[in-house]
C-alpha cells in the first residue's frame, strides 16, 4: 500500500514540476519566474525525501539539505539583484 | 497495518497538495494572488512528504533520523522570507506609489521611502521634535 502511494506521490510532484517548467517558459513577469523557481526547488526537494523512501536510505537528506539552502539564497540574491542592482551592497 | 495506512495517507496528502500548489501557480489571474499557492500549499506538501519520511524510517526500518525535521524547519523559516521577498519586487516593478493606499500618517509605505528620508524623520523623532 505504501508504494502505490508513493507512486501517486511521485506522479503528483512530477506534474508540479512540470506545471513550473511551463510557468518559467510562459511567465508573464520576472516575478512570476523567480516565484516559479523558487516552487521548483521545493518540489525538488519533496522529490528527494520519496526517492529516499522508495531506496531506503537516509543518504538523500544532506542532498535536499543542500538543494534548500542553494534554493533559498538563489531566490534571495535574483530578487535582491531586480531590487537594488546589486546583491552584496 | 496503521502506521502503513498512515504513511499512505500522509504520502497521498503530501502529492494533493503539492500537486494544488503548482497549479495554482499556472491558473490564478493575478501576480499577487499567484503568490499563495506556492508559498502554502507546496510548503505543506513538502512537509507531508517529509513527515512520511520520517514515519517510514522510524516504524519500517526502525532507525529514527531528525534530518526531516531539519529540512521542515529550514523550509518553514524561509518560506516566508522568500515569499515576501518576491511580493516587494513585483511591488517595486509594477506598481508606483501612487497606486497604493494612504498609509494615513506623513510617511509613504516603508518599501517606497528613501534612505535620506527614514534618516532625517528617525533623526528628528529622536531629537523629540515630532511624533512619528
Not at chain 1, 512530477?14 to 508573464?28: C, E, F, K
Request: hydrophobic letters at 50%; charged letters at 15%; aromatic letters at 10%.
Amino acid at each position: 500500500m505504501i508504494g502505490y502511494a508513493l507512486f501517486f506521490a511521485f506522479s503528483c510532484f512530477g506534474l508540479a514540476l512540470l506545471m513550473n517548467i511551463y510557468r518559467i517558459v510562459q511567465s508573464p513577469g520576472p516575478g512570476d519566474r523567480i516565484l516559479a523557481l523558487d516552487t521548483m526547488v521545493v518540489n525538488a526537494i519533496a522529490l528527494l525525501a520519496l526517492f529516499g523512501i522508495l531506496k531506503g536510505t537516509t543518504i538523500y537528506f544532506e542532498v535536499s539539505m543542500i538543494i534548500a539552502m542553494t534554493g533559498f539564497i538563489s531566490t534571495v540574491s535574483y530578487t535582491r539583484f531586480l531590487l537594488r542592482g546589486d546583491i552584496i551592497e | 497495518m496503521l502506521v502503513e495506512i498512515l504513511i499512505s495517507v500522509s504520502l497521498v496528502i503530501s502529492g494533493i497538495f503539492g500537486l494544488v500548489g503548482s497549479f495554482g501557480m499556472i491558473k490564478l489571474p493575478d501576480p499577487m494572488m499567484r503568490l499563495h499557492a506556492p508559498t502554502k500549499a507546496t510548503t505543506l506538501g513538502v512537509g507531508g512528504a517529509l513527515i512520511a519520511s520520517m514515519l517510514y524510517f522510524y516504524f519500517v526500518v526502525g532507525q529514527l533520523s531528525f534530518h526531516e525535521l531539519m529540512i521542515t524547519l529550514f523550509l518553514f523559516l524561509t518560506a516566508p522570507i522568500t515569499g515576501h521577498f518576491i511580493a516587494k519586487t513585483h511591488l517595486h516593478l509594477n506598481h508606483k506609489p501612487s497606486d497604493l493606499p494612504p498609509t494615513g500618517t506623513e510617511r509613504p509605505w516603508a518599501s517606497y521611502e528613501s534612505d535620506a528620508e527614514r534618516q532625517r524623520i528617525e533623526a528628528a523623532a529622536e531629537a523629540g521634535d515630532t511624533p512619528r
